[in-house]
C-alpha cells in the first residue's frame, strides 16, 4: 500500500510539473510564424520609407528645379552648373579677385570699428542717380546695362563708403594744386561757367583723383598683409 501511494504522489507531481513548464514553451512552428511575421512587418516599414524619400525627392526636383536646371531646350535639360562652369572661365578670376578685395575692406573696417549705414548708402546712390540724370540716362537703365540689380549696387556701394571713411578723410587740394589745375585745363570750360564755379569743379575733380590713388595704394596694402589661400585657378 505504501508503494501505491508513493506511485500516486510521483504521478501527481509530475501532472503538476507538466502544467507548471507546458505554458513557458512554444511549438517550433509557432516562433517561425512570429518571426516570419516581424520580418514582413520590418520589410514594410523599410519599403514605406523609401517610397516617402522618392516622392519627397521628386517634389523637391519638381519645386526647386531652377536650382539645378537653368533651361530645357526640346526636353534636353542645360543644368546651372554649366551655366556657372562657362561664366567662371570668361570671368572668374576678376570675379574672385573682386569678392576678394570686398572681404578685405570689410575685414578692416570692422577692425577699425567703422560701420556703414543704410543712410550713408543712399546718399551715395542718390549722387549716383543724379550724375546718369545729367547725362541723359537713369539708374534703372545703367543696372540693367551692366546686368546688375539695385541690391548689388547697394553691395558695391557699401565697400567704397568703407573705403573712403577709411582714406577719404586725408584728401586735401592746396590753392596752388586749384590754380594749376585751372590754368591747364581753361579751354575745356563749358560755356557759361563762371571761374568760381569751374574751381569748385577743379577741386572736386582734384579730390576725386586724391581719392582714386590713396584708394589704391590702401587695397594694395591689405593685399599684401593678407593671407589669402585660392582653391580654384583661373
Known sequence: MAVKAKTKTISRTARKTSSVLAPKTQPLALKT???????????????????????????LAVLFKSIFIAAMVNGEPISRLSVVTALEKQGGKAMLDSLITKTLVLQEAKKRNITVTQSDIDAEVKKITANLQAQGSTLD???????????????????????????GTDVTVTNQEIDAFVAANKSQMTEGTTDAQFREEATA???????????????KSLQDKAKVLRFVSY
Open 141 to 167: 537703365q545703367a543696372l540693367a546695362s551692366q546686368g546688375m540689380t539695385k541690391a548689388d549696387l547697394n553691395d558695391e556701394v557699401e565697400v567704397q563708403v568703407a573705403v573712403n571713411k577709411m582714406v
Open 33 to 59: 510564424n512570429n518571426l516570419n511575421l516581424s520580418l514582413i512587418l520590418k520589410h514594410k516599414k523599410i519599403s514605406g520609407g523609401i517610397a516617402i524619400a522618392i516622392v519627397v525627392v521628386i517634389l
Open 205 to 219: 575733380q582734384l579730390k576725386q583723383q586724391k581719392l582714386q590713388t590713396n584708394t589704391q595704394a590702401f587695397l
